[in-house]
C-alpha cells in the first residue's frame, strides 16, 4: 500500500462537493469515509477555487457514523483554510468523546482557531478532566490562507505542528509531549463545527476550508512537506 495514502481526503473538487443537502461530500481517499452535508439551513457553500465556505453560525460536515480510520494512536491531519473571524473559537476538524454529562473522560482531538486567533489542536486525556492542550502560537489573522500540518507519534510520544502562512511564506514549526493522548472511539467526525459528542455542534468555522486529510499514520517531515507543497 501507498504510505502515504489518506484515511480521508476532503479534496475540494466540484465532482466531490455537492449542491443537494441530502447527498454526502465524498470521501477521495477511497475508505469511504463520506460527510452528510445535513439540511441546506446547515450546509455549507462551495466557492470554486476558494474552497467551501463555513458561514460561523451554523454550516458544518458531519460524519455519517464513527469511524475507526479518522481515530488511530498516530495520524497526521493536513489542510488548507481561511479564517474570517477574530476573538472566537472556529474548528477545522472534530472527532472528540466525553461524557455528555460530565465531560469526563476526554478522548480524540479537535483543530481548532483559537479566541486569541491562534491555531490550537485539543487532545484527550483518558481519565482525565482536562484536555491536553497544544498552543501552537502561530497566527490565525483573517483573510490569509495557511497550510497546516499536525502529526502526532505514538512511537515517539511527540505532537508537533508545521503552520505555514501563504501570504508571507513564513513557517512556525512547535510540538509538545502527547504521552497522554488516547482516541475517541465512539462519535462521527464533524468538519467546520465541534462538541461531536454532543448532538447540536458548536465552535462554528467562519471561512473557507479548502481541502483536509487526515492519514492515519504519522507521516515523516518530507511526506508532510512534499503533500503541503501541493495546497
Known amino acids: 500500500m501507498d504510505p502515504v495514502v489518506p484515511s480521508f481526503s476532503f479534496i475540494l473538487v466540484p465532482f466531490a462537493f ?20 445535513s439540511t ?15 458561514n460561523g453560525s451554523n454550516s458544518f460536515l458531519q460524519g455519517s457514523a464513527y469511524s475507526s480510520t479518522l481515530n488511530t494512536n498516530s495520524f497526521t491531519i493536513i489542510s488548507s483554510a481561511t479564517n474570517f ?6 474548528t477545522i476538524m472534530s472527532s472528540r468523546q466525553g461524557n455528555v454529562s460530565t465531560g469526563i473522560p476526554l478522548k480524540g482531538y479537535t483543530l481548532y482557531k483559537l479566541t486569541t486567533d491562534t491555531w490550537y489542536l485539543q487532545f484527550g486525556k483518558n481519565g482525565s478532566s482536562t484536555w491536553g492542550d497544544f498552543l501552537t502560537g502561530a497566527a490565525a489573522t483573517t483573510g490569509i490562507r495557511y497550510i497546516l500540518a499536525f502529526n502526532q507519534n505514538q512511537t515517539t510520544n511527540v505532537l508537533s505542528s508545521s503552520i505555514k502562512n501563504t501570504s508571507t511564506s513564513a513557517v512556525s514549526n512547535n510540538s509538545i509531549d502527547s504521552t497522554v493522548y488516547v482516541t475517541n472511539a465512539l462519535y462521527a467526525a464533524r468538519i ?3 462538541v461531536t459528542e454532543q448532538p447540536s455542534a458548536q465552535y462554528f468555522f467562519n471561512g473557507y476550508i479548502n481541502d483536509l486529510f487526515y492519514f492515519g499514520k504519522s507521516l515523516s517531515s518530507t511526506e508532510q512537506t512534499n503533500i503541503s507543497n501541493l495546497l
Open 18 to 37: 455537492s449542491s443537494v443537502p441530502s447527498t454526502c461530500t465524498l470521501d477521495q481517499s477511497g475508505k469511504s469515509n463520506n460527510i452528510t452535508q
Open 40 to 54: 441546506a439551513a446547515n450546509q455549507p457553500t462551495y466557492s470554486g477555487i476558494n474552497g467551501v465556505l463555513f
Open 85 to 90: 473571524n477574530t476573538g472566537s473559537f472556529g
Open 192 to 194: 467546520g463545527a465541534g
